[in-house]
């Protein structure tokens, strides 16, 4: 079976402090990966997608960055948070041998102070 | 005119009761469509998907899907306090299927 890991789960950060969090995909090959934040009480936000190694497509211009250095990992990353980065992120993965749907990890929050 | 539309809710049922949750998407050709439930606090996890009109069923879910009238709703019969959570809907839009997009989500409170 598939296994979806981020870490950490919670994250209090000052601003202007750098950004690391990680996603990896276990038991399947391929996939497709997706950052998405979700501010509190508000929907999904699409930041970046990737359909193979070193493929990233920005969803919105910000101070994030994304990278996707194995085909099962994928790095969402700021060189220097601001106050609007606080929220729930969120890593999926997309099964394409079936309808494209997402399975999202445990999520990570992050609360820039 | 949001792409997917949902009301917020929050939706109110008594326990026992069907809880009929509803979503409208706006591209006429969007493909595959999704429920995720989201506990608040949590992920959301993925319920059900259909691509083809009619029902399906799984379980105490019901998923319907309406391609003329470009609506898409969860039944959820036999509703139980734990389903009290918010249900985002998700469609695939035309055009490709490296994007879902998600609706700003349900509110479901299941009354014991």
């Known amino acids: 079976s598939q296994t979806i890991h981020q870490w950490p789960a919670t994250l209090v950060q000052p601003v202007g402090s750098p950004l690391s969090l990680e996603c990896t995909v276990e038991?399947?090959?391929?996939?497709?990966l997706y950052w998405y934040r979700q501010a509190a009480g508000r929907g999904l936000q699409l930041l970046f997608y990737?359909?193979?190694?070193?493929?990233i497509s920005s969803e919105v211009p910000q101070n994030l960055s994304a990278s996707r250095p194995q085909d099962r990992q994928f790095i969402l990353s700021s060189k220097k948070l601001l106050l609007s980065d606080s929220g729930f992120y969120l890593c999926?993965?997309?099964?394409?041998?079936?309808?494209?749907?997402?399975?999202f990890g445990p999520g990570t929050r992050l609360t820039v102070t | 005119q949001k792409e997917v539309e949902q009301n917020s809710g929050p939706l109110s049922v008594p326990e026992g009761a069907i809880a009929s949750l509803n979503c409208t998407y706006s591209?006429?050709?969007?493909?595959?469509f999704f429920w995720y439930r989201q506990y608040s606090g949590k992920s959301p996890e993925l319920i059900m998907f259909?691509?083809?009109?009619g029902d399906k069923e799984d379980g105490r879910f019901t998923a319907q899907l309406n391609k003329a009238s470009q609506y898409v709703s969860l039944l959820i019969r036999d509703s139980q306090p734990s389903d009290s959570a918010t249900y985002l809907c998700?469609?695939?839009?035309?055009?490709?299927?490296?994007?879902?997009?998600f609706g700003t989500g349900t509110k479901l409170q299941v009354i014991p």
């Open positions: 999926a993965w997309g099964d394409r041998r079936s309808s494209y749907e997402q399975y």
């Open positions: 038991g399947t090959s391929n996939p497709n």
């Open positions: 990737s359909v193979g190694i070193g493929q």
């Open positions: 591209d006429r050709g969007s493909q595959s």
């Open positions: 259909i691509y083809s009109n």
């Open positions: 998700a469609v695939i839009p035309s055009g490709g299927y490296q994007k879902v997009t």
